[in-house]
T-cell receptor
Framework: RKEVEQDPGPFNVPEGATVAFNCTYS??????FFWYRQDCRKEPKLLMS???SGNEDGRFTAQLNRASQYISLLIRDSKLSDSATYLC??????????FGAGTILRVKS | IAGITQAPTSQILAAGRRMTLRCTQD?????MYWYRQDLGLGLRLIHY???????GKGEVPDGYSVSRANTDDFPLTLASAVPSQTSVYFC???????????????FGEGSRLTVL
């Protein structure tokens, strides 16, 4: 079983739609959690951290469920520019981040 | 500010050849990392370095070696390339290794390597 699992998608949504991605992790001792964004043929970049109480950054909301070991990312009012691959990332003990394979989002006009 | 610079951006290499991927950062970050990214597998850690003079093995270290002679440079060497090492390689850095890590890795633009 992979340490971090994501639905690869693609999720095809119209502009203005709300879309949600889930990610599950296997290590119950995982310490911290993040979402990264990766544009086609580009490097990954940090989108947001995921806090236990949930957190919001504009149209993006991240939530953590430690009991069920999953993380979610909600994008409201999708824009064409949101089209990318979203990577779920987990920090286990130590400084080594474990990346999911990513979920592809395509926002269409 | 350049951030992280990788070279070459793309390379086709014959199997059995030696290859070094270069990585330089100008952010004075202590920790540096090499990942490979393959379709369906995501980013996998090859080697890392918490500080100059130290290195450690990641998830997929076999066939690769690294050195960290100074803070800025972290080259990755393939001693004898094999086709399974065809991948996109990303170098990254962070300012704080360990659990205090904010989770923000700064990545280079990647090196696309094809081994024939």
């Amino acid at each position: 079983r992979k340490e971090v699992e994501q639905d690869p998608g693609p999720f095809n949504v119209p502009e203005g739609a709300t879309v949600a991605f889930n990610c599950t992790y296997s290590n119950s001792a995982s310490q911290s959690f993040f979402w990264y964004r990766q544009d086609c043929r580009k490097e990954p970049k940090l989108l947001m951290s995921v806090y236990s109480s949930g957190n919001e950054d504009g149209r993006f909301t991240a939530q953590l469920n430690r009991a069920s070991q999953y993380i979610s990312l909600l994008i409201r009012d999708s824009k064409l520019s949101d089209s990318a691959t979203y990577l779920c990332v987990v920090n286990n003990w130590g400084n080594k981040l474990v990346f999911g394979a990513g979920t592809i989002l395509r926002v269409k006009s | 500010i350049a951030g992280i610079t990788q070279a070459p951006t793309s390379q086709i290499l014959a199997a059995g050849r030696r290859m070094t991927l270069r990585c330089t950062q100008d952010m004075r970050h202590n920790a540096m990392y090499w990942y490979r990214q393959d379709l369906g597998l995501g980013l996998r850690l090859i080697h890392y370095s918490n500080t100059a003079g130290t290195t450690g093995k990641g998830e997929v270290p076999d066939g690769y070696s690294v050195s960290r002679a100074n803070t800025d440079d972290f080259p990755l060497t393939l001693a004898s390339a094999v086709p399974s090492q065809t991948s996109v390689y990303f170098c990254a850095s962070s300012d704080a290794p360990g659990l205090a890590n904010t989770g923000e890795l700064f990545f280079g633009e990647g090196s696309r390597l094809t081994v024939l």
